[in-house]
């Protein structure tokens, strides 16, 4: 099986939506820009969202063409793949204003919380993620989908399996490039992530399928590594753990980004990202939002075990 | 294989002596009671080393005289094995008349990290160990050895993996029942685990073999996981992580004892130890030392996975 891995950096957009503090424009760019110097190949920037639901993706529009600006300058590589959350159609249409080549739908995979987090349920989310498929085909726009609460969900426990195969396949059919599986609420332990990946891998293929974890219980690396030994090579993460969810009581953030870089390192995969550079950007980060993101590494520092 | 889990909570002796507050007497009697009364089978519960050196120790005879007489009356369960940390022949005399039933000896795979430690060389240590073994056999005790820095030393780097096999062989031949194989920086990652285990196996049964992370780097549980495999049954933990290495900077502490058995419930592993119990004592322990504990699972809470 291969050793290269895709790390989708997704602080810039999850992290931040999930932090109360907003961040202003020019340290967004910042972000983003100290970012796209680690070697991160994949960075999701925005979210096309209503901004009063929210604020803290306001401006994504300006965000975009920003940052797009600087990555036909060059000062941002052009082999990185940036792309914004799109939760329906007049979403996709600020994203066709923006210029973004890929955009995200993000579904639940539990009832209560997609109408507490979409204000939908599931088959009308679907509605809507259909049509944003329509658009972003026309446009020939990349589509990535999100399936949060893949593992359980704070309203309803544990969420059914099957319900979860039937959302990836139906993603896949409609036309996501890759699904990233969301335990959102970081509950899960690798006895569930193998029995999930094992159904949902009869549904699509290793290369189809992210995984998205989140350190509230300590059992992300553990669930990434259970995710390893099933091909899956393409997990989310976030700079210094930023986010969580806030639906969630006392969670902490997502993966931070070091520390899954840390870990996929020391076991010998192919993760050409300067984790030093990870460390100073979670340090710059906490500056900006006043408070201490919860990653290991970023506080312990590297360690070269190879 | 079996499911049945040890765990040895080494929170009163390896977690306290770490931390920069004393407990007084009555705390630490307190602190053992609650730990007794969650499930846990095994537990640290002081080190006969100097107060000179070790003031988080110092009055441990009186302390395991105490606990002892609270055992005898059945105020703690009488199937709880307690132990102490014995550096030497003169820490030995004292356990002998604490009363103490378990000892254990400390000692490390790195030159240099051995001579910070405990001052002395590795050679030295393993004269030292025999002392107090020969003592413990005369007087039918039985004898626990730690290794620590099994993976990395903050002063030398990566450890000799062939080093630490020899290490694991001499403490058993000389009467060792078990060998806590300790990565006391929390550097490793489950490839390394298995490159140690496997060879570590060869002169010793998984049933010898413990195995004591610190989540220092995030990746603790899933070292847990990797040692699973092996058939290894045994981890050492503390409650909400206190405690950690006072010679690697910014290091969190021991891999949490709540984090542990979470992960180890959601696996379906037979661990009859209540969780909910062990995060409130994470609670009342910070509450004691006026510090936040790193724990996920004692911030977050538990969630019923299965």
New interface residues.
């Given amino acids: 099986m291969s050793k290269k891995i895709q790390i989708v950096e997704v602080g810039p957009r999850d992290g931040l939506q999930n932090e109360k503090k907003v961040l202003d424009h020019n340290a967004k760019i910042e972000l983003i820009k100290k970012l796209a110097e680690t070697g991160l190949k994949r960075i999701e920037i925005g979210a096309f969202v209503s901004p009063t639901w929210v604020p803290q993706m306001s401006g994504s529009i300006e965000l975009v063409r920003d940052i797009l600006k600087l990555q036909s300058q060059g000062a941002i590589a052009r082999n990185i793949q940036l792309s914004c959350l799109v939760p329906n159609a007049r979403g996709m249409e600020d994203a066709l204003k923006s210029g973004i080549t890929e955009v995200a739908i993000f579904g639940a995979c539990s009832e209560t919380f997609s109408k507490k987090n979409i204000n939908c349920s599931i088959a009308e989310s679907f509605i809507r993620f259909r049509q944003v498929m329509e658009m972003a085909k026309y446009h020939k726009i990349k589509v990535r989908g999100y399936l949060s609460t893949a ?2 969900c704070p309203y309803e ?2 969420v059914a399996e099957t319900r979860v195969v039937r959302l990836v396949r139906a993603m896949i059919k409609m036309g996501a490039y890759e699904v990233s599986v969301g335990d959102t ?8 992530v193998n029995s999930l990946l094992k159904k949902v891998l009869h549904v699509a293929k290793p290369g189809q399928i992210a995984m998205h974890y989140h ?8 669930n ?3 995710s390893l030994e099933f091909g899956v090579r393409t997990f989310d993460s976030s700079i210094g753990g930023l986010g969580g969810c806030p639906y ?5 953030g997502n993966l ?1 980004t070091e ?1 899954l870089v ?2 996929l390192k ?3 995969y192919d993760v050409p990202i300067d984790l030093e550079k990870l460390i100073q950007i979670k340090k710059w980060t906490e500056e900006k939002l006043g408070r201490e993101l919860p ?3 970023g ?3 590297a ?3 190879e």
Same sequence: chains 1, 2.
């Fill in positions: 593992f359980g426990g544990k609420i970081g509950v899960a332990t690798p006895k569930q350190d509230t219980r300590g059992t992300s690396l553990a990434v590594c259970a969630a009581k006392g969670a902490t931070a520390d840390y870990l020391g076991m010998g990653s290991r590494v506080k312990a520092g360690w070269n075990i």
